[in-house]
């Protein structure tokens, strides 16, 4: 599926809409180049599961929990990691096999690692369609 946005807005809005309809233990791989809206897609798919506290990008702590909303946000940065030892240490299983939403910025760096189905969210900005124009592709990964 190619979702194609002129706004943040509509990002943000694409981003809720399937939050809105998430279930416990789906996860969402991000991968876009810096600045073409990741954490304005977070923030909406965030807001979909109803969280309401602020969502920024958990770049130096890898994972950020949010956990008052109707099912908790996993949201992994895992752009610093050295290797998948580190994803380890962290119990990255009960996080992508829990009872909440997994979204993983960055995965293409922990590919061995990610469960057999996930759903791949693809930020790209194109500038002759305009600053803020974003083409989001979705793919079903093992599905």
Partial sequence: MIIETNTPKETFDFGKS??????AGTVYTLIG???VGKTVFTQGLAKGLEIQEPISSPTFTIVQVYEEGRLPLYHF??????????????GYEDY???AGVSLIEWANLI????????????IEKDLEKGFDYRKITVTSIGE
Avoid: N, S
């Avoid at 399937?18 to 279930?23: C, H, I, V």
């Avoid at 940065?77 to 962290?90: A, H, P």
């Fill in 18 to 23: 399937l939050g809105e309809r998430a279930k």
């Fill in 33 to 35: 180049d810096l600045g």
């Fill in 77 to 90: 940065d895992v752009y610093r990691i050295g290797d998948v030892e580190e994803m380890e240490e962290i």
């Fill in 96 to 98: 992508f096999y829990g």
């Fill in 111 to 122: 590919e061995e690692i990610l469960p057999e189905k996930y759903t791949e969210i693809k």
